[in-house]
């Protein structure tokens, strides 16, 4: 998995990669919080009671042999990240697969 942890008690990590900052590439990860969301590429802020909408595009295929469901689990994770990256009281691990 590249080095990264995508599963478990510990602090996940983005195994796609992680967030495009330049906006150039496709949505593997998008960052929300009410600090800076909303003003950088793939960021928005929280709406009403912390809620939030996405669009994330991944496909099952990983490249290096890694394909999601056959060779390696794939979930969509959020979690408290950088300023509370100790906290893992609100990490969300829902697995998908492809058909």
Not at 15 to 33: E, M, T
């Amino acid at each position: 998995m590249r080095g990264h942890r995508c599963a478990g008690a510990a602090k996940p990590t983005p195994c796609l990669g992680g967030s495009d900052r330049a906006g150039h590439h496709r949505r593997l990860s998008h960052w929300v919080n009410n600090t800076f969301g909303g003003t950088l590429p793939n960021t928005s802020a929280f709406g009403a009671g912390g809620t939030f909408n996405v669009t994330i595009h991944v496909k099952a295929d990983l490249g290096n042999g890694q394909i999601c469901g056959e060779t390696v689990e794939c979930a969509i994770v959020t979690r408290a990240d950088h300023f509370n990256s100790s906290n893992r009281k609100y990490d969300v691990h829902v697995p998908m697969t492809f058909n």
